[in-house]
């Protein structure tokens, strides 16, 4: 097979990942990972996939890092079953960066990709709308709200109101950089009603922090005169009766909501848990988490306890796993991508960078499959831009 044709059936399979990534069945978009990495495989050339491997190592790594930190936490986990589970899990991490950091990606294909995922988490959400009302005109109950419409899409409000965002700043950038077209307001605007209806209080808070690195790339100094509109605004839709609503707790369908009580509280039993075992290096890829279990148990917090909840926040979640050598690893992926940021200023990859910082402080998003398939992928993406000296005005990827 000639190389144009290796190169469109790996473009395809990408194409097949970012477009199965929203829909219900994940396993679709596993599927779509294992055909990417098996073309990749027999495509060859291997001797220049290794030479842009090279010259993007520390890009990669600050990526596929995790995924070999599983791998080492195998060796003194008690239970290696759930260690080769989280392995497998956490292999998009390893595949994903290899992919595309082994290959030349035009600023083209990049947002032809982007564009692609865009579509898609438009249509998966007119999907569940069209449900939703069919479901409420035979009065099998309200599914316009929350967790009650994400379920139709088989996808927690987390991970899809993160979609949402990114997809959101894309054609906010289109519109500002590239084509200030009807259609780009009008997938803006239908994309902020589902997030209103998905009411996910930090995708309305990282979709508004997200925004300024983009405006302060068009407008300089003055976007700093947003910052006290967009916060009234999130302030307001906080307010609105859609997220107050949440605030009650247990919704009709048994959906239960934390509050900053429980969730500070949370957090407490998290870090204790790891306190009173193996602070240096965790418990390993294969625990069970049953001390953690225990210490919401300790700390009264039943309610993890009961569905055994995890740490609702990355940065704890792998300091269960990997102790104070998660730490380590933070500062070094942080490191890679602030330097990255500040050689050649990216606006859409520092939004999508604060966007995930962001829902890693309240949720684990890597502890599920749509939330590791588009970090790796976002992320890999924005960073395999070629390390040229421009000005900032000539970078076309930001």
């Not at 035009?106 to 032809?112: Q, T, W």
């Not at 947003?226 to 369908?253: D, Y």
């Amino acid at each position: 097979m000639t190389k144009n044709k290796w190169e469109y059936l790996q473009n395809l399979a990408l194409l097949l990942v970012v477009i199965t990534l929203p829909m219900p069945k994940f396993n679709l978009n596993s599927q779509a990972i294992i055909l990417l990495v098996a073309v990749w495989l027999f495509s060859g050339n291997y001797s220049n996939k290794l030479v842009n491997l090279k010259q993007k190592k520390y890009q990669f790594f600050s990526i596929s890092i995790w995924f070999f930190m599983f791998v080492i936490g195998l060796i003194y986990s008690d239970n290696l079953n759930i260690g080769l589970k989280n392995i497998i899990k956490n292999l998009p991490l390893l595949g994903i960066p290899l992919v595309i950091f082994s290959q030349e990606f035009s600023v083209k294909k990049r947002e032809y990709i982007v564009k692609w995922f865009s579509v898609s988490v438009i249509c998966c959400a007119i999907f569940a709308l069209i449900k939703a009302g069919y479901f409420t005109y035979m009065n099998f109950g309200n599914y316009f709200y929350n967790q009650n419409l994400a379920a139709l899409l088989n996808i927690h409000t987390t991970y899809y109101s993160l979609f949402c965002a990114v997809v959101i700043l894309y054609f906010l950038y289109q519109i500002l950089f590239k084509k200030n077209k009807l259609n780009n307001w009008l997938a803006i605007f239908f994309l902020l009603i589902f997030m209103y209806l998905l009411s996910s209080r930090m995708g309305l808070f990282a979709l508004g922090l997200g925004n300024l690195p983009i405006l302060y790339r068009k407008y300089g100094s003055k976007s700093l005169l947003a910052i006290p509109i967009i916060a009234t605004v999130v302030l307001g839709v906080l307010f609105s009766p859609n997220f107050q609503k949440r605030e009650i707790g247990r919704s009709e369908f048994g959906t239960y909501t934390p509050d900053l009580g429980t969730r500070l509280l949370h957090w407490k039993a998290v870090v204790k848990s790891v306190n009173d075992d193996n602070i240096i290096i965790g418990n390993g890829s294969g625990t069970d988490k049953k001390h953690v279990y225990e210490s919401y148990k300790k700390y009264n917090f039943m309610e993890g306890y009961e569905h055994e909840y995890n740490a609702h926040n990355q940065f704890l979640e792998y300091y269960i796993y990997f102790g104070l050598m998660s730490v380590l690893v933070w500062i070094f992926c942080f490191w890679v991508w602030i330097k990255k940021i500040y050689s050649e200023y990216y606006s859409y990859l520092l939004s999508v960078l604060i966007i995930i910082i962001c829902f890693m402080l309240t949720e684990s998003i890597l502890e599920r499959q749509h939330g590791i398939v588009v970090f790796a992928l976002m992320l890999s993406l924005a960073f395999s831009k070629e390390t040229k000296k421009k000005s900032i005005n000539n970078s076309k990827w930001n």
